[in-house]
């Protein structure tokens, strides 16, 4: 598995005392999961969040952030965010806002 020890610690501390989250492999990466569903994760070049589609292009204006497309092809409703953006606590912690939006609304599994 290929990702950051470094920047998995700061997404645990960021849902550190959060009922109901989860860390599991996923995609080559570490993936955190809020009552069964994905919220965000790490990677080898930085990070994802899981904000939904009616909050992509409000996400996609943080700087740092770019549309995920792991594969080549652009995953709706996620966003890929920069190594040196996710290392700013402000721009992180204003997607992690957008993607607890989403999935806290979402049914958990």
Request: hydrophobic letters at 45%; charged letters at 20%; one cysteine or more.
């Amino acid at each position: 598995m290929t990702f950051d020890e470094g920047l998995a610690q700061i997404l645990r501390d960021d849902l550190a005392g959060m009922d109901g989250f989860v860390e599991k492999s996923m995609f080559g990466g570490l993936c955190f999961m809020l009552n069964g569903n994905m919220l965000c994760g790490v990677h080898k070049d930085g990070a994802m969040f899981r904000v939904g589609k009616q909050r992509e292009t409000q996400a996609l204006a943080i700087e740092g952030i770019s549309p995920m497309a792991f594969t080549g092809r652009k995953m709706g409703g996620l966003v890929d965010m920069a190594e040196a953006a996710f290392a700013n606590d402000g721009l992180r912690s204003g997607c992690m806002a957008l993607a607890l939006e989403f999935v806290t609304d979402l049914p958990a599994k």
